[in-house]
């Protein structure tokens, strides 16, 4: 995990504007999420079964987030590296899975991979917290 230094750490705002401002700059809402905890993610990297994230989470300040007048505070945001098993999976559950066509998604097998040339990566993650930034610094509040 590589921590980025930003801004955006503090900042505040409303969760419904900032969720649609996120999305139209290719960063998803996490579905992995409390009511009163969530986080961004942008995907800046994808080969294989190797993913790396710019996650930037909040906290909840007033309300819940299955309602987007929900008011938030972002934390320190993070580049992450998640690996998977991109063959089959041959557990208990396969079984299930072939009989029944329900899946799930597998768990990660490294949920914080080795990240090489950090410095690459901690800059593509400033870069993207910039631009997000620079389309809303009116919505955003100290």
Known sequence: MIKLNSVIKGKRAHFGIVRKMFLSHGCSFCSNFEYDQGKFDAV???????????????????GALDHSNAYIE??????????????????????????????????PLDKDGFIRDKSRWEKAGEETVEQVLNSMNNLLSS
Do not use: C, M
């Open 74 to 107: 972002f934390g320190t945001p993070y580049v992450i590296k998640h690996v998977v098993n991109t063959g089959l999976d041959y557990d208990e559950n396969s079984l299930l899975t072939a009989t029944t066509g329900l899946s799930q998604f597998q768990e």
């Open 44 to 62: 800046l990297w994808r080969e294989g079964g190797e993913t790396i994230y710019l996650r930037i989470p909040f906290n909840v300040l007033d």
